[in-house]
């Protein structure tokens, strides 16, 4: 039955009035709003019209639907009715610095933290962290970690504790207070081992909150397996022969405990739909589509009590919307519990790739070994390697997975994504003191409509210099190379693979011309975002180079690299450079004497 508070004259007002505008959904941020909900609910204080007892926000049918779900079991003390007090402004989020707050500051002031602002000497306190949920009383954090102690004989890490105590807050009532949990940290961290052991407390949990369903998906299958397997193996031992029940079967792993029928299942993203979660848990969330989790996961857990949505994952360049959006929404309305809780160790934005301090504001468990590893992956990416099949260009691999840093917009299907940030070739401004050699000179057509000439030279220090010329003709581009190799005596020449036939007989350095295609191209956009990375090219005066490197577009492709998106876009003089700077890469062979 609707509640008379929905009723009244007031409220059909002041929900006119906050609708109008068609705002987002104050608690998912990802669909337009169609009710007002009363803060606190009208189930959970006593509601007197017109007294400012409460405020209305925003919200979907979903999260509507799912709130009075939780809140139909509720059966809390209800306090006689106030005398009307004055309306009163509703408190302002907290104040924090683009940096979060720190370990000591008075907002972390909670019961169930004190024990954990005492950050160890190996540990770090998360850059950015949601204020603790005013609804809470308490957390089940420290039960969790008692649990995992004695299954395994190893204590939680302190993160672990921390993300335990925060993700596991619960009301007086002994609900949980937060409907999504997001956690990101940079790689090889304890992450898959918190999240076996929290699918495994969880699904114990039906005592409290009847059978408990549990569903881990993510980005990869084999993955979210491999995380389990060690728990499949434990249960599978003859002291739990007549308490877990384990599937193995490929596509079907889950364990079962027999007392209820509760169950920790493993699944692809793709097949999540229909499921009815307990507890939802996605891993690698940055290459989950939204859709899955908003379509597949959430709606199947909105009549459940206490479920809950643990969203955990690495920074990545090419992450869909999902965490993009809500971490934009964290950031940017830290204080907001109201949305879902954020809780991210992280370099901050202007750090550079080899400031120790930010590697460590990413690693919430540090140690010498992970020092060491760090700066090994940091010289395998300035030697252009990369161990993310995902991200060919290893500075952005080295910047997602050791600094987790993530991107402020979400990947683009289907149109590629720019080759550089404007910024980041604007910062490349410059010019070299002195040349190491005669330099590369790179000839290119334009699909019959003209040509571009390129010149690369290097300072024998690891930077390059770049220059050259969109032209309207191809014999215009001829001109503009022989000017280039009059002032650079010896310097070498490549050509489009296509046009080598149409040199010039009389042009220098036309026997010994390379020819240069598709291969050179792909290891060019790769060597290019690796130089401008470090600022290791430079360029003065470049309005035609510069048009055109803001213009590409580039895609992955399937067998490793990076190709340049066909988007009508003018490349023959990017392509030449890309050329130039590949070649620049190779000392030239000496030749035999005869």
Known sequence: MTSPA????????????????????????????????????????????????????????????????????????????????????????????????????????????????????????????????????GSYGDQLAAYALERTGRPLRWWQRLYAARALEHDAAGLLCWDACDLTVARQVGKSYLMREACLWRMHQGGRWDVQTVVHTGK?????????????????????????????????????????????????????YGLTASMAVVDEAWAVPATIIEEGLVPTMVELPASQLWLVSTAHRKATALMVTRRNVAVAELGNTDADLWIEWSAPPGADLDDEAGWRQASPHWTPRRQRLIGQRLTAARAGETDDPDEPDPFEAFAAQWLNRWPTVRRRAGHGEPLL??????????????????????????????????????????????????????????????????????????VGARMNNQLPADLPGRLGAQRAGTTETGRGLVLLRAL?????????????????????????????????????????????????????????PVPAIR
Request: glycine share 8%; aromatic share 6%; with cysteine.
């Open 6 to 137: 929905y009723a009244t004259p007031g409220y059909v007002r002041e929900r006119a009035r906050i609708l109008a505008d068609g705002p987002m959904c104050a608690i998912c941020r990802c669909r337009v709003a169609t009710e007002a909900d009363h803060v606190p609910p009208v189930s959970r204080h006593a509601h007197v019209d017109g007294t400012g007892c409460c405020t209305l926000r925003p919200s979907c049918a979903t999260c509507a639907r799912r709130q009075g779900a939780i809140l139909s079991g509720y059966r809390g003390p209800r306090p006689a009715p106030p005398i009307a007090p004055p309306p009163s402004p509703a408190p302002a989020a907290p104040v924090h610095d683009a940096d979060g707050w720190p370990a000591d500051d008075p907002i972390w002031d909670v019961d169930w933290l004190e024990a954990l602002r005492d950050v160890p000497a190996d540990a770090t306190w998360p850059r950015l962290m949601t204020p603790p949920h005013p609804a809470a009383v």
């Open 220 to 272: 990869d299958l084999p993955v979210c397996v491999e995380i389990q397997r060690p728990a499949r193996r434990w249960a599978r031992g003859e002291a739990f022969a007549d308490v877990y029940k384990v599937r193995d079967a490929n596509g079907q792993e889950q364990i079962e405990l027999l007392a209820d029928g509760s169950r920790w299942l493993v699944k692809a993203k793709e097949s999540v």
């Open 421 to 494: 940030e404007p910024a980041a070739w604007a910062a490349c401004a410059g010019a070299l003191a002195s040349y190491d050699g005669p330099g590369i000179v790179a000839l290119e057509e334009n699909r019959g409509t003209g040509a571009a000439a390129a010149f690369v030279a290097g300072d024998g220090d690891g930077r390059y210099e770049v220059d050259g010329r969109a032209c309207q003709s191809w014999s215009e581009a001829i001109d503009l190379v022989r000017g280039f190799v009059a002032a650079r005596p010896g310097a070498r020449l490549i």
């Open 532 to 588: 401008a990375a470090e600022r290791r090219v430079v360029h003065d005066g470049t309005v035609d180079l510069d048009d055109q490197i803001i213009r590409a577009r580039v895609h992955n492709l399937a067998g490793g690299g990076l190709g340049l998106v066909n988007n009508n876009a003018r490349t023959d003089l990017l392509r030449a450079t890309l050329w130039a700077l590949d070649a620049a890469q190779v000392t030239p």
